[in-house]
């Protein structure tokens, strides 16, 4: 059967869909040895040898998906041009094109995803599917219940205004105060915006919860396995099969 051929290189588990797009755009696919680099080609993967640096798709390569704990002053890409750490330096002993689901910044901590299965990437990313993301900031400056419900009712920022959110004070002192806030959207330095907004500045930022997903049992830079039970509850909150058509 015909399809896309980054909806190929995503179910292969190389990349997300936007990652696969980007790949094909910079020449990195080729197919039958010929380097493809539109994005509307169509092709049946069985037919054709399709190779991303020169290494052919294997199949259907086994999906796996982990928790990782992740330290400040690593970054969440699979590369990076100023030489940092990279979250993949703490899955040397995975023989997997693993890539993180989404991005937390380089000085924020904790929960990220990592994973070789593109279309749960895609679902657990998509906005449709509003998937809850919780954040404990310690923040500067006078966090009061007026500046939480105007964080919970949604601020407004350079990329317009957010949606709803939770938020709750956890703990306050003369200095400032430790903030818990989940959100469903995942705009770049979202967190650190929103409290910049009211007026906190962010001094350590943790995200501790991702879909029922929490950190517990797993010390910052280590990771573990998701289990069946675990997957099968993120799949659902990932839009289950409605994901794999998007
Ligand atoms: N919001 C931020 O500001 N930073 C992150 O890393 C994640 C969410």
Request: some cysteine.
């Amino acid at each position: 059967m015909e399809e896309r051929l980054q909806k190929i290189l995503s179910h292969a588990g190389v990349a997300s869909r936007r990652k696969a797009e980007e790949l094909i755009l910079s020449g990195r696919v080729t197919v039958d040895g010929e380097a493809v680099q539109e994005l509307g080609v169509k092709l049946d993967p069985m037919a054709h040898t399709i190779a991303v640096d020169g290494k052919p798709l294997s199949g259907a390569e086994e999906h796996r998906t982990f928790l990782f704990n992740k330290p400040r002053g690593c970054v969440s890409t699979v590369s990076d041009d100023r030489g940092r750490r990279t979250v993949l330096d703490f899955f040397r002993d995975i023989p997997l094109r693993l890539y993180p689901v989404g991005r937390l910044d380089a000085d924020t901590e904790g929960l990220l995803l990592l994973t070789n299965d593109g279309v749960l990437t895609q679902g657990l990313l998509h906005p449709r599917f509003e998937v809850d993301k919780t954040y404990l900031a310690k923040v500067t400056g006078d966090m009061t219940e007026a500046k939480l419900r105007y964080l919970a009712d949604g601020v407004l920022l350079e990329d317009g205004r957010t949606a709803p959110a939770r938020a709750r004070i956890l703990e306050k002192s003369p200095k400032g105060a430790t903030v818990e806030l989940t959100i469903h959207e995942g705009r770049n330095r979202q967190v650190r915006r929103m409290l910049a907004a009211v007026g906190c500045k962010v001094t350590q930022l943790e995200r501790i919860r991702f879909g029922g997903l929490t950190l517990a049992g797993v010390a910052r830079g280590s990771y573990r396995e998701l289990t069946a039970q675990e997957l099968t509850s993120l799949w659902r909150i990932a839009g289950g099969q409605e994901c794999r058509s998007l």
